[in-house]
């Protein structure tokens, strides 16, 4: 019996706003950091930054102008700050946030992973309809198990970008898990379960 296959979308849409908090501090005042996650929502977002050589006085400045800052590891923090335009919307939207990146403090980049290519679209006439402008760079099809659920494809994707299956590591599953707020774990267990899942797909293509 056939492993049935299930479809998704990975797009990548810009994002044209200027009423982000951590970024107007961050790009003028942060010489050598990086977005890795954002987590939006309607009132606040939560902003997950890995900054070169953090230290007491780096942070202290950090935490004075978003004092909702909280160091997660030796150069790593979560700010959290009021939702600029953009993370008000993605937060009404059914997608899930893979990475996202600041290309200035008037610009966002985020690639989510939805429905389908039409999801997408949809997704940038929502922004465009809220007074933003937006823009579709991209959106590739991505083929899964249908056992997979999306948690565990949005983990499977999110550890992939960040280099967790790279030859050699970029990150570990310790580090992971403490930038997605869950234990190391749970995390293995999930990516456990999940790398099961293709195998047995794999398997089952070659009978």
Not at 34 to 54: D, K, M, T, Y
Request: hydrophobic fraction near 45%; glycine fraction near 4%; charged fraction near 25%.
């Amino acid at each position: 019996m056939g492993v049935i296959m299930a479809f998704a979308t990975v797009a990548t849409i810009k994002v044209d706003r200027g009423d982000c908090d951590v970024a107007n501090f961050f790009i003028p005042n942060i010489a050598e950091f990086n977005l890795e996650r954002v987590s939006p929502g309607e009132a606040q977002s939560n902003h997950l930054l890995s900054i070169r050589h953090l230290d007491k006085a780096k942070l202290r400045s950090i935490k004075e102008a978003i004092p909702l800052t909280t160091k997660v590891g030796s150069d790593k923090i979560w700010c959290r700050s009021r939702a600029c335009s953009a993370c008000r919307l993605m937060a009404s939207m059914y997608s899930l946030i893979i990475r996202s990146q600041f290309h200035s403090t008037d610009s966002v980049e985020y690639t989510i992973l939805c429905s389908n290519p039409r999801a997408a679209e949809a997704i940038v006439e929502i922004l465009k309809t809220g007074g933003l402008r937006a823009t579709l760079l991209s959106a590739g099809e991505v083929a899964y198990p249908l056992s997979l659920t999306a948690r565990e494809m949005e983990i499977l994707l999110i550890a992939h970008e960040r280099g967790l299956f790279d030859d050699k590591r970029r990150t570990t599953v310790r580090e992971l898990a403490a930038d997605l707020s869950i234990s190391a774990t749970a995390l293995s267990n999930i990516i456990r379960r999940s790398v099961r899942k293709i195998v047995e797909l794999q398997l089952e293509s070659v009978r």
